[in-house]
């Protein structure tokens, strides 16, 4: 799976959001290299994305059903900290004038997917919740631990740390150098959400 940036791709399997910026985009391009090559996630350079974190994201779902016409499936990444419960999302939902058609918890229990209207248009939103507690840090963290059996505190500027005492250029790198199985242990909801789009476009 790629992720288009450019906006040069003639079909996508979902559009992905995000309130974090690059370092997201870049973790997420490591881990969709995993999977199926020939489908395309679109990261759209709408004018609502911009200086949106945690859950104001949704904002950006509202320009997207509003722009695209045919089928929309959007993919959110947002970090624990912001999503108190999946009531306290579905909520904000409502807020910004969708109606939740549907909703169905993932295996992992951090990804639900919401079939949602909003006007005369219907889509499917899937949230993956990014971290146990706090955020994708934590994620990140449980990948060195499952690898190299090694306690990293999940910030930032821990993480950074171990990766300059390591030698290693990046975590984008680590990451394209460890098995899926140890991917889909560290970012149970993510994977989730990337083999569902998947399924759903193989039919």
Request: overall charge neutral; aromatic content about 6%.
């Amino acid at each position: 799976m790629k992720i288009d940036t450019a906006g040069t791709a003639r079909e996508y399997v979902a559009f992905v959001l995000t309130g974090n910026g690059r370092q997201d985009i870049k973790i997420l391009e490591a881990i969709c290299e995993k999977y199926d090559h020939e489908r395309v996630l679109a990261y759209p350079k709408l004018p609502a994305t911009g200086g949106k974190t945690g859950l104001a994201v949704i904002d950006s779902a509202v320009g997207i059903f509003e722009h695209i016409h045919g089928e929309i499936v959007v993919l959110l990444l947002i970090d624990k900290e912001h999503v108190k419960d999946i009531n306290t999302f579905e909520k904000e939902l409502l807020v910004h004038g969708f109606r939740v058609l549907e909703k169905k918890p993932c295996s992992s229990g951090y990804c639900v997917m919401f079939i949602v209207s909003r006007g005369p248009k219907q889509g499917l939103i899937i949230l993956a919740i990014q971290g146990k507690d706090k955020n994708l840090e934590e994620n990140l963290s449980d990948l060195i631990y499952l690898r190299f059996r090694e306690k990293v505190e999940p910030e930032k500027q821990a993480l950074r740390k171990w990766l300059r005492e390591q030698g290693r250029a990046s975590l984008k790198k680590l990451i394209e150098e460890t098995d899926i199985e140890t991917i889909e242990k560290a970012f149970p909801a993510l994977t989730d959400a990337l083999k569902f789009l998947i399924q759903r476009a193989r039919g």
